[in-house]
């Protein structure tokens, strides 16, 4: 396969069918350094054509949550109170600059993430 720019599913099949063959190639051969250009030739084209939007906020929030076996009262120090966390997490009330900077040192989440906006619940 000649190393060009992917543009079509059928060059991108085969362009990934040739990143698998060179998947062990020796570092520092020429099939390396094939592998190495033509995975960045797929990055692109995916990047592309299957990208994948940013998370929720508060959806991230949770997923941290249960992936660290975190509860709500284990973000109240970068929250606030537990009403606060219970209305950040039913999206009653949004994070706030100060809860983003919290969250992302103490818990080292990206902060890009968390400052996208999302919808709230309207309070009752």
């Given amino acids: 396969m000649e190393l060009r720019p992917i543009r079509s599913k059928r060059e ?8 698998e063959a060179l998947w062990n190639a020796p570092e520092g051969s020429p099939e390396a350094d ?3 250009v033509l995975t960045l030739l ?3 084209y995916e990047r592309e054509h299957f990208s994948i939007a940013d998370p929720d ?3 991230f929030l949770q ?6 076996g975190l509860t709500r009262k284990d973000l109240e120090p970068y929250v606030g109170s537990r009403a606060r966390v219970a209305e950040v997490l039913n999206r009653v009330r949004p994070l706030t600059l100060d809860m983003i900077r919290n969250l992302a040192g ?3 989440l990206p ?5 996208r906006g999302y919808r709230l619940k309207r309070a009752a």
Avoid: Q, T, Y
């Avoid at 991108?12 to 990143?19: D, F, I, Q, V």
């Fill in 34 to 36: 094939r592998l190495e």
């Fill in 106 to 108: 103490g818990l080292d």
């Fill in 63 to 68: 997923h941290v949550m249960e992936a660290r």
């Fill in 111 to 115: 902060a890009d993430v968390l400052i």
């Fill in 42 to 44: 797929i990055e692109v």
């Fill in 57 to 59: 906020p508060i959806d």
């Fill in 12 to 19: 991108h099949r085969a362009a990934l069918k040739e990143a």
